[in-house]
């Protein structure tokens, strides 16, 4: 695995292993305020950074491109971002509400530039 297929799987293996560090946490401490957070870092961290790892992995062209670059820094920053921000905002800090917006913005321009490094594949049927 080389290049954006690495970089996604290296993530998704962080996500996968922050949300049952999670998970555990909360069942331990019979708290679980933070379910939204817990299901933000297991769905769009660990499973669309794994799906993301394997098309690039599939498409290496594709994976080894700049957009492909490009994309995971903005999906990696903003989804990192977002669920560290929703964490804090779940505890009650209503202030930091704008950036847990701003990063949900990161977070879809990411997953736009995905469909947009996948249009070709499909366009090739």
Not at 34 to 61: D, N, Q, R
Not at 74 to 91: D, E, H, K
């Amino acid at each position: 695995m080389t290049g954006a297929a690495r970089q996604f799987f290296i993530l998704a293996l962080c996500y996968a292993v922050a949300g049952m560090v999670l998970g555990i946490v909360m069942a331990a401490s019979h708290d679980h305020g933070e379910m939204p957070t817990h299901a933000h870092i297991m769905v769009a961290g660990w499973v669309m950074s794994s799906i993301f790892a394997f098309f690039y992995h599939l498409f290496p062209a594709i994976g080894a491109s700049r957009l492909a670059r490009a994309h995971f820094w903005v999906q990696a920053v903003s989804g990192i971002v977002l669920v560290v921000s929703l964490f804090f905002l779940l505890q009650g800090n209503d202030q930091i509400e704008a950036i847990t917006a701003l990063a949900s913005f990161g977070f879809l321009i990411g997953m736009l530039m995905f469909v947009w490094n996948a249009l070709p594949v499909l366009k090739a049927g």
